[in-house]
């Protein structure tokens, strides 16, 4: 496994990205390099892609179908038979080109091809962009439960080109700011109120923003890269969040949400926990709300439905000793840990969100 001091350095942004990762293509001098891509980005990013890289190595593509229901052992082992048919060694080289569900599972099935070969992350979603591709969470779902089985393993390398961008559909974008805003909530007020003004925000800041998203990310792993305290806040709004992605996922009657989607609703639920528990302001729940429902709209839960997510998120990873542990804000940029939630209040929390 990789330095993680080391490896987390290398987010390599557009304007001399290639180069770098040419050079570093030139030096590993991979014995081949397989870019992993699913349906959509094979159409939209690959040979885009292929033009702006130069190696010597021979080059493979292997393809997944495209959606979180493919991130599962059943595709990894497809990727591991296309692997082991084209001959892949320990010196091969991975590139995962794709959103999230291809950065996890590509970083996953690396890892543990071979006992592991080294995996670059292309990311082309905004969610992964700024929040996936780096960190090193590798993993794919089990069931309906996410990410239950993975590693933490550290990319070599993150290239960032917002280009990518260009053909990602609308709703995706806003999936990926949701991590942005997360950003927001717990490391940086200055940043939140800048994000989270919609309307005077332009496409062209958007690599800036990016930037710092990425920056706050990689300074909490880098405090804390296994998840024993600080990291624990990036899980901001997922506690329910993931409970109720996991739900509609397996519900395919209720309205689909994308990642993103659930963690915004998750994170109106924990900011009024906040409120509940902790010292978060009265005032700030309000513009948080409001900022979420004004991006996002409003989603519908029956209480059959509350009952079931709440059953859900007893799976939840971050579980110890049975009890669900949420990440909560004292304020924005002040997030504490390991805070216990009363079931009541979970319910309650639901009935602000349905009737604000
Ligand atoms: P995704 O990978 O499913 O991508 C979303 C959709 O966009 C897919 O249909 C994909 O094919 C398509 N797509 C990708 N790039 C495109 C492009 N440039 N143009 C057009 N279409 C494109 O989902 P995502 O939102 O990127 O990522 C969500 C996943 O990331 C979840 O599985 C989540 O658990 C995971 N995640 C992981 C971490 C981590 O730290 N490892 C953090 C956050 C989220
Ligand atoms: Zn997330």
């Not at 942004?13 to 590993?28: G, I, P, Q, S, V």
């Not at 990016?210 to 990689?218: A, L």
């Not at 010292?279 to 309000?286: A, I, N, Q, V």
Request: proline letters at 3%.
């Amino acid at each position: 496994m990789t330095d993680l001091q080391e490896s987390l350095n290398p987010v390599i942004y557009a304007e001399n990205a290639y180069n770098d990762l040419n050079k570093h293509l030139e030096n590993f001098k991979a014995s081949k390099i397989f870019v992993l891509v699913d349906t959509n980005t094979h159409e939209h990013c690959l040979s885009y892609f292929l033009n702006k890289i130069s190696t010597i190595s021979d080059i493979e593509v292997i393809e997944i179908e495209a959606g979180e229901e493919f991130k599962n052992l059943e595709t990894c082992e497809g990727v591991w038979n296309a692997l082991s048919e084209l001959e892949a060694d320990r010196k091969s080289l991975m590139i995962n080109l794709g959103g999230g569900v291809v950065t996890d599972l590509g970083g996953f099935v690396a890892s543990a091809f071979k006992r592991g070969i080294n995996f670059i992350n292309v990311p082309t979603t905004l969610l992964s962009m700024v929040d996936a591709s780096v960190g090193g969470k590798t993993g794919v779902d089990l069931g309906n439960l996410k990410n239950q089985i993975g590693f933490i393993v550290q990319p070599e390398m993150v290239l960032i080109d917002t280009y990518f961008l260009k053909t990602l559909p609308v709703e995706e974008m806003r999936s990926g700011l949701a991590e942005i805003l997360k950003h927001g909530l717990i490391a940086d007020e200055t940043y939140w109120n800048k994000v989270s003004d919609l309307a005077s925000l332009d496409l062209s800041d958007l690599d800036d923003i990016i930037k710092e998203s990425i920056d706050i990310k990689k300074a909490v792993v880098l405090k804390d890269p296994y998840e024993k305290n600080l990291r624990k806040t990036l899980n901001y709004g997922h506690t329910l969040g993931h409970a109720i992605e996991s739900y509609c996922l397996t519900h395919p009657e209720k309205s689909r949400l994308l990642h993103g989607e659930a963690i915004a609703v998750g994170m109106i639920l924990e900011t009024y926990i906040s409120s509940e528990l902790e010292t978060f302001p009265k005032e700030k729940l309000e513009n948080v709300t409001a900022t979420i429902k004004d991006m996002y709209g409003k989603h519908s839960f029956s209480e059959e439905d509350i009952v079931q997510i709440q059953d859900l998120m007893k799976y939840d990873k971050k579980n110890e000793h049975g009890n669900i542990n949420f990440v909560l804000l004292e304020d924005i940029g002040k997030p504490v840990i390991d805070r216990t939630v009363p079931e009541e209040l979970i319910k309650k929390a639901f009935h602000y969100y349905l009737n604000v």
